[in-house]
Every structure is written in structure tokens, then in C-alpha cells.
């Protein structure tokens, strides 16, 4: 079973919906992190998070430490939100950072 | 953008040739990551570096070998290619390694034929 989950695995939504991606994880963590990968591009990180809620424009990232569970909203959905979304975790276990599969985000105009 | 270049973006070599890929960061950042990206796989680290000739090996390090001579510089080298390391390679860099916020660079696109 992998150490990182996330579901769903693809998503197609119209814009201007509200997206929730979801990210399990089995290890004990110290910071769990949210990227963005665009078609045929580069990784780019968007919320590094231990505990709570942050936002950033239309997104906003939530985790529950307990329930080892976080979330990735978007409100007011748009094409340019089009990418892979990813979920990583810093395990407390060796330092080092699992990731997910990743999510694939598509948004019809 | 931090400052993180690849290069060759893209490679097409031979099963059993030597392939150096080389990631160079701006940042002086301490911690360097060399990972692979492969359909129906998280990113899988294969080495990383938190100091000058100081390495360590990741999840998928069998058959790469790396090297860091300069803060800037981290070089992953494949001694003799396989079809099974056909994949894209990403650098990464932080600050400190543990939880701290990596940077990405545009990766490179490897195809062993």
C-alpha cells in the first residue's frame, strides 16, 4: 500500500466549479506539501503545511494532523487550473519526502 | 523562480552508453535532489546531497551514481544506460533538508533506445 494516497486519480469539471482533492498518508509527518505540475512542464510548490489552513489566492489547502488526511480547494475554478496536482509528505521516520501519484486536473471552459 | 537549471533538457542515447545529466542552482541552496518521474509513480528519489562531496542514496539509486564538487553543481551520471532508466529527471533544491519547501528544476527527458 503506498505511504501517500490521493484521490481522485483524474477529475474533469467545468469551469467556475468548486475542486476538492484529497491526500491520505500513513506515516507520521512533519510538514505535508501541495505542487502543481503543468502539461510538459516543471514542479512548481504551492502550500507547505504542518498544521491547519492556508490560503493563497483561490487555493486553499487544509490538513488534519489525527485523521493524517488534507485537502486541496479550489474555488471559482478555471482552464489555466488544468495541471497535475500533487501530494507529499516529509516522513518523521528518515527525512525524506513521499510523494503521491498525483491528481490529474482537467477544466472544460 | 529560484534559480534552477538542467541540462540537456533532452536526451536520446544508446542502452549502455554513459549519460551525465547536470543540475546547476543559483540559490546556494545546501540540499540538492536528483528524482525520477514515471507514469503510474509518485517522484522517486534517487540520490541527494546536503554539502559539497557529501551524498546519500535515495529509494531508486541502483545503477546512478552522483557527485557535487561545487555548491552549485549536482551531477547524476548513468555508467551504462538502460532501457529502464528511460524516464524524466528533476532536480530539486532546498534550504535544509526536513521540512522545508523544495524548488523544482524544468527537468530532463531521457530515452534509452
Known amino acids: 500500500k503506498n505511504e501517500v494516497e490521493q484521490s481522485p486519480q483524474n477529475l474533469t469539471a467545468q469551469e467556475g466549479e468548486f475542486i476538492t482533492i484529497n491526500c491520505s498518508y500513513s506515516?507520521?509527518?512533519?510538514?505535508l506539501h501541495w505542487l502543481q505540475q503543468h502539461p510538459g512542464g516543471g514542479i512548481v510548490s504551492l502550500f507547505m503545511?504542518?498544521?491547519g489552513k492556508k490560503k493563497h489566492g483561490r487555493l486553499i489547502a487544509t490538513i488534519n494532523i489525527q485523521e493524517k488526511h488534507s485537502s486541496l480547494h479550489i474555488t471559482a475554478s478555471h482552464p489555466r487550473d488544468s495541471a497535475v496536482y500533487i501530494c507529499?509528505?516529509?516522513?518523521?521516520?528518515?527525512?525524506?519526502?513521499?510523494f503521491g501519484k498525483g491528481t490529474r486536473l482537467h477544466i472544460l471552459p | 523562480d529560484a534559480g534552477i537549471t538542467q541540462s540537456p533538457r533532452h536526451k536520446v542515447t544508446e542502452t549502455g552508453t554513459p549519460v551525465t545529466l547536470r543540475c546547476h542552482q543559483t540559490?546556494?541552496?545546501?540540499?540538492m535532489y536528483w528524482y525520477r518521474q514515471d507514469p503510474g509513480h509518485g517522484l522517486r528519489l534517487i540520490h541527494y546531497?546536503?554539502?559539497?562531496?557529501?551524498?546519500d542514496k535515495g529509494e531508486v539509486s541502483d545503477g546512478y551514481s552522483v557527485s557535487r564538487s561545487k555548491t552549485e553543481d549536482f551531477l547524476l551520471t548513468l555508467e551504462s544506460a538502460t532501457s529502464s532508466q528511460t524516464s524524466v529527471y528533476f532536480c530539486?533544491?532546498?534550504?535544509?533538508?526536513?521540512?522545508?519547501?523544495?524548488?523544482f528544476g524544468p527537468g530532463t527527458r531521457l530515452t534509452v533506445t
Open positions: 507529499a509528505v516529509d516522513s518523521n521516520r528518515d527525512d525524506k519526502i513521499i
Open positions: 530539486a533544491i532546498s534550504e535544509q533538508g526536513g521540512p522545508y519547501e523544495q524548488y
Open positions: 540559490e546556494n541552496h545546501r540540499y
Open positions: 503545511l504542518s498544521s
Open positions: 506515516v507520521g509527518i512533519s510538514a
Open positions: 546531497s546536503y554539502g559539497v562531496k557529501d551524498t
